[in-house]
Antibody, heavy 120, light 110 residues
Framework: EEQLVESGGGLVQPGRSLRLSCAAS????????IHWVRQPPGKGLEWVAGISGNSDNIGYGDSVKGRFTISRDNAKNSLHLQMNSLGPEDTALYYCAKDRGNYHYGMEVWGQGTTVTVSS | QSVLTQPPSVSGAPGQRVTISCTGS?????????VHWYQQLPGTAPKLLIYSNRYRPSGVPGRFSGSKSGTSASLAITGLQAEDEADYYCQSYASSLRGVFGTGTKVTVL
């Protein structure tokens, strides 16, 4: 069974950093792009970042560009999101999601999410 | 903020047909990027409902269908059922590497 499990969320003060992780299993990790998607409480989905299977193609949403960095370790079947300069607007449930292909093909497997709360 | 606009809500009686529009621009949907649709039931992660404009993943009922034309896309639910009550999101790309979601639509079954 294909599975994604996020971790690393928590309560963090404004201006600080946090690193999220996503552990994958049940598929050939290096063959697929993975995305981060977030959802603030009571609001809609926001695409945050995406990375192709070999890390050659990386993209960021406008609201996180320059502050967040997506990376992956194909040897460890893991994905990471380094989040710096966090603000209250970054408070959300963060999902990692597996693409059907290598970036543009739809997100077919989702994790359960990890919650990030930015507050003093 | 999202560049793909959806109606905030749609509703219908069981058995009826409802459609959800996803309006973009020449920079995203109109640039040729595919549109995907997701269903999010309360308290759960989104689920891929339609990919590449009109294809259903295995296990998605046939009452769900998608289409795309120009700078817009649509999701249709034919034969609405109580379990279809959920939030629905379209998703495409604003550039070759920057994804974007629609504003989301809440479907209510009357």
């Amino acid at each position: 069974e294909e599975q994604l499990v996020e971790s690393g969320g928590g309560l963090v003060q404004p201006g600080r950093s946090l690193r999220l992780s996503c552990a994958a299993s049940g598929f050939t990790f290096a063959d697929y792009a993975i995305h981060w998607v977030r959802q603030p409480p009571g609001k809609g989905l926001e695409w945050v970042a995406g990375i192709s299977g070999n890390s050659d193609n990386i993209g960021y949403g406008d609201s996180v560009k320059g502050r967040f960095t997506i990376s992956r370790d194909n040897a460890k079947n893991s994905l990471h999101l380094q989040m710096n300069s966090l603000g209250p607007e970054d408070t959300a449930l963060y999902y990692c999601a597996k693409d059907r292909g290598n970036y543009h093909y739809g997100m077919e497997v989702w994790g359960q999410g990890t919650t990030v709360t930015v507050s003093s | 903020q999202s560049v793909l606009t959806q109606p905030p809500s749609v509703s219908g009686a069981p058995g009826q047909r409802v459609t959800i529009s996803c309006t973009g621009s020449s920079s995203n949907i109109g640039a040729g990027y595919d549109v995907h649709w997701y269903q999010q039931l309360p308290g759960t992660a989104p689920k891929l409902l339609i990919y590449s404009n009109r294809y259903r993943p295995s296990g998605v009922p046939g009452r769900f269908s998608g289409s795309k034309s120009g700078t817009s896309a649509s999701l249709a639910i034919t034969g609405l059922q109580a379990e279809d009550e959920a939030d629905y999101y379209c998703q495409s790309y604003a550039s070759s590497l920057r994804g974007v979601f629609g504003t989301g639509t809440k479907v209510t079954v009357l």
